[in-house]
């Protein structure tokens, strides 16, 4: 079976930073593309970013909302990808989500999410 | 902010046919395919309809997608109470920063 569990969530003050992380089980890590969705209380999803698979470069993409602050790594080896967030701001407030990338020769979707974790920037 | 727009909220009883209407632009639905994600209340998002119109393996047929030009639309026939969720448009988009878009997203509620 498929799964995906995220870690690391937590109360964090703004501009400070926290690691999240993203445990894989049930297919071939390193096969595939990960990305990361977020969800603000209430409101709907926003994309984060994405990190490609080692076969393509292991490249990554962000949104122009977390670009130079947010960073998507991941470690094939333990089946682990990480999302680092740095000078966090309050409206980073949201539940996170990690998915894997499925892709046909002309799409790309999401394919299977995690359960999320919450993070919350406050003072 | 969402360039994907879709209705607030749509509903029908059960066994209805209900349909929810997604809009964008030439440099996203316009040029890449669409994608639908439904999320039931309390849950993560699932994958609904990938590539336009294609089921991924235990969705039912009830549910069926479509695009045209730079919109598309999500089917849902013989409406169930299980159906009951926020449901999402999404495609890559083209412009400066090559973002992947959700749409605003719409509530169904089964009467």
């Known amino acids: 079976e498929v799964q995906l569990v995220e870690s690391g969530g937590g109360l964090v003050q703004p501009g400070r930073s926290l690691r999240l992380s993203c445990t894989a089980s049930?297919?071939?890590?390193?096969?595939?593309?990960m990305s990361w969705v977020r969800q603000a209380p209430g409101k709907g999803l926003e994309w984060v970013g994405f990190?490609?698979?080692?076969?393509?470069?292991?490249?990554?993409e962000y949104a122009a909302s977390v670009k130079g602050r947010f960073t998507i790594s991941r470690d094939d080896s333990k089946s682990i990808a990480y999302l680092q967030m740095n000078s966090l701001k309050t409206e980073d407030t949201a539940v996170y989500y990690c998915?894997?990338?499925?892709?046909?020769?002309?799409?790309?979707?999401?394919?299977?999410w995690g359960q999320g974790t919450l993070v919350t920037v406050s003072s | 902010q969402s360039v994907l727009t879709q209705p607030p909220s749509a509903s029908g009883t059960p066994g209805q046919r209900v349909t929810i209407s997604c809009s964008g632009s030439?440099?996203?639905?316009?040029?890449?395919?669409v994608n639908w994600y439904q999320q039931l209340p309390g849950t993560a998002p699932k994958l609904l309809i990938y590539?336009?119109?294609q089921r991924p393996s235990g969705v039912p047929d009830r549910f069926s997608g479509s695009k045209s030009g730079a919109s598309a639309s999500l089917a849902i026939s013989g409406l169930q109470s299980e159906d009951e969720a926020d449901y999402y448009c999404?495609?890559?988009?083209?412009?400066?920063?090559?973002?992947?878009?959700f749409g605003t997203g719409t509530k169904v509620t089964v009467l």
């Open positions: 998915t894997r990338v499925g892709s046909t020769w002309a799409s790309y979707y999401f394919d299977c």
């Open positions: 049930g297919f071939t890590f390193g096969d595939y593309a």
């Open positions: 990190i490609r698979s080692k076969a393509y470069g292991g490249t990554t």
């Open positions: 030439s440099s996203n639905i316009g040029s890449n395919t």
């Open positions: 590539s336009n119109n």
């Open positions: 999404a495609a890559w988009d083209d412009s400066l920063n090559g973002d992947y878009v």
